[in-house]
């Protein structure tokens, strides 16, 4: 099992491989396209992550062995792409690990320079979203 920080690795080792940012929007956009689509039942109103300009619902559960498994989707392609790095990166992972890791593949890749504001924004909304989640379980192990 990889850690959150081995598996962040993995991600800037992927994206720093890829020197136009026009290719790794291309890779962030096959990373969307690859992501299970969530099921309407589970496109709720309280699933939605605040403070995204477009719609990106977060499951977030435990497995039996107590790791978080995170579910999610969006309804822009780019931001589903963003969505799946983000599951790459913490869903499997037990709660506590994801408390404690910083996430550094977010600047490292260069996503916090070449996004628009209010993608950045949500970015950063969804990962707040999952240190919740993740703050949450921990409390309950």
Excluded at 47 to 60: F, N, R
Excluded at 100 to 120: C, D, K, N, Y
Aim: aromatic share 8%; net charge neutral.
């Amino acid at each position: 099992m990889t850690t959150v920080m081995e598996r962040q690795q993995k991600i800037i080792q992927e994206f720093s491989a890829i020197s136009s940012w026009e290719e790794r929007y291309k890779k962030l956009i096959e990373k969307g396209k690859a992501l299970p689509e969530l099921p309407p039942d589970l496109k709720t109103a309280e699933a939605l992550v605040k403070g995204c300009q477009s719609q990106v619902w977060l499951h977030a559960s435990l497995d039996e062995n107590k790791n978080m498994v995170l579910r999610a989707d969006s309804d822009a392609l780019l931001v589903k792409g963003l969505v799946a790095l983000l599951l790459d990166v913490f869903s499997e992972a037990p709660p506590k690990e994801v408390l404690a890791a910083p996430v550094t593949f977010v600047e490292e890749i260069g996503l916090g320079q070449h996004l628009t504001p209010s993608r950045a924004n949500g970015l950063f909304s969804m990962i707040k979203q999952i240190k919740y989640f993740a703050a949450a379980f921990s409390m309950m192990a």
